[in-house]
């Protein structure tokens, strides 16, 4: 029986108890997705918390191994039903923020959008992503699909696209990065904040408190500078 005190013991956390409820972030960011975790993480020390930054390594775990949370951009989070909405992002008192076109040297004339190739994220599967990008720019561009938020400053600088299309604070950092002439050109709709899904009941509780919790820095890692239910 030795060796089932050992392995439980190796088991436990340094607090003395098993790890928490498992809970998957999905956010692409300028930040890479470690040191978000790792931020997470050490605020959150009785959750489990593994952070993706591209869409295709989030999918493959919620299918092979689902987690009890989920923490993803609203319209992501849409799309897994047994998940409760426990918690909403705010940002400046909205749980949505306005999205903007990145162009080199120019704004983008709002009459041209079905003609141009625009830069985007692939945070959604490529049907979904293109009637996304449909409804909140009012046309229907020809997209240029990246999986992380730091690839759509090359499409600019080597001319793969006209525009590139993000949330304002990611234009914010994405000009702080560049040495380009980048025009921003506010875009009709708007991107929504990342919210807190539960699908057990039982760590609800646990993973709600755990985010609202979080400080100014870790919030901001998310882009969020608040929550609401």
């Known amino acids: 029986m030795k060796w089932k005190s050992l392995i439980l013991a190796l088991s436990l956390g340094a607090g003395g108890s098993m790890a928490g409820p498992k809970v998957y972030v999905f956010f692409p960011s300028?930040?890479?997705?470690?040191?978000?975790?790792?931020?997470?993480?050490?605020?959150c020390s009785g959750l489990d918390i593994t952070v993706f930054g591209r869409l295709a390594d989030f999918q493959g775990q919620m299918t092979q191994a689902p987690p009890e949370a989920v923490v993803a951009p609203g319209s992501v989070?849409?799309?897994?039903?047994?998940?409760?909405?426990?918690?909403?992002?705010?940002?400046?008192g909205s749980s949505a923020e306005a999205l903007v076109f990145l162009s080199v040297g120019k704004s983008i004339d709002e009459g041209s959008i079905g003609t141009i190739n625009l830069g985007v994220v692939g945070f959604l599967d490529r049907a979904k992503l293109s009637g996304w990008v449909s409804s909140v720019v009012g046309g229907q561009p020809k997209l240029k699909n990246v999986t992380k938020v730091e690839d759509l400053l090359p499409l600019l600088t080597f001319k793969s696209a006209d525009a590139v299309l993000v949330q304002e604070s990611a234009a914010r950092e994405i000009k702080a990065k560049s040495q380009t002439n980048l025009i921003e050109t506010k875009a009709k709709g708007r991107y929504e904040l990342v919210g807190v899904g539960v699908k057990d009941d039982g760590a609800a509780k646990a993973v709600e408190s755990a985010f609202k919790s979080l400080g100014a820095k870790e919030k901001a890692m998310l882009g969020v500078?608040?929550?609401?239910k």
């Open 30 to 43: 300028l930040l890479r997705p470690n040191a978000i975790q790792s931020a997470l993480s050490e605020k």
């Open 77 to 92: 989070l849409d799309q897994y039903g047994a998940y409760k909405h426990v918690l909403k992002g705010a940002l400046k």
């Open 225 to 228: 500078d608040g929550w609401t």
